[in-house]
């Protein structure tokens, strides 16, 4: 670690921990942490997660992100996206915003991959994110934040993987790489 990374470990944050996030290295080392929105503009590599849901029948729970997200808003994408706050585990996290995001509480998420993904997302913000993604299989009720969850579905995967076919513009960017990459780890 240089003395620079380590002064921005140690530097008080000016906004509220949910606000920050923790740029790592490509090695998901923490190097120090960074205000979103502006790790976001500069494009910063930094710790993300996603929760994939599965139904016991097998389809995947799917939310359309509120018109209101400072990025990528009234796209489809999986369950739940976040970032873990400065100290915060990538699991603990996971659980957190997928109770805050989609009303579900769950004791344990499955690791199921991880994946680095650098896209543009629009006004200028570009998402470069090291991203723990979660998995589990979920029959309960589904009461979403409509602050941050504009609509959701239980999703057959055939139905999904063609829809995405004939109109990848629906779908987050991080959901596509998903998708493109690791579709067996998400359907289970």
């Not at 934040?145 to 513009?169: F, G, I, Y």
Request: proline letters at 6%.
């Amino acid at each position: 670690m240089t003395a620079a990374s380590a002064a921005l470990l140690d530097a008080p944050a000016t906004l509220p921990q949910d606000e920050r996030v923790v740029l790592v290295d490509e090695q998901d080392r923490a190097v120090g942490t960074m205000e979103k929105l502006a790790a976001h503009r500069e494009g910063r590599l930094h710790r993300a997660l996603s929760v994939v849901l599965r139904s016991p029948e097998g389809r995947l729970l799917m939310q359309r992100r509120a018109a209101g997200k400072y990025h990528s808003g009234g796209v489809w994408t999986n369950t739940c996206c976040s970032h873990p706050r400065p100290g915060e585990e990538p699991e603990a996290a996971a659980r957190r915003r997928l109770a805050e995001e989609m009303g579900i509480h769950l004791p344990r998420l499955e690791p199921l991959f991880e994946t680095v993904y650098r896209a543009e997302v629009g006004d200028g913000l570009v998402e470069h994110e090291y991203v723990h993604v979660f998995g589990a299989v979920w029959d309960g009720a589904v009461d979403p934040d409509p602050s941050e969850v504009e609509d959701w579905a239980w999703v057959d995967p055939v139905v999904l993987k063609q829809d995405m076919a004939r109109n990848p513009e629906r779908y987050s960017a991080w959901f596509r790489r998903y998708a493109e990459v690791f579709w067996d780890r998400m359907i289970g």
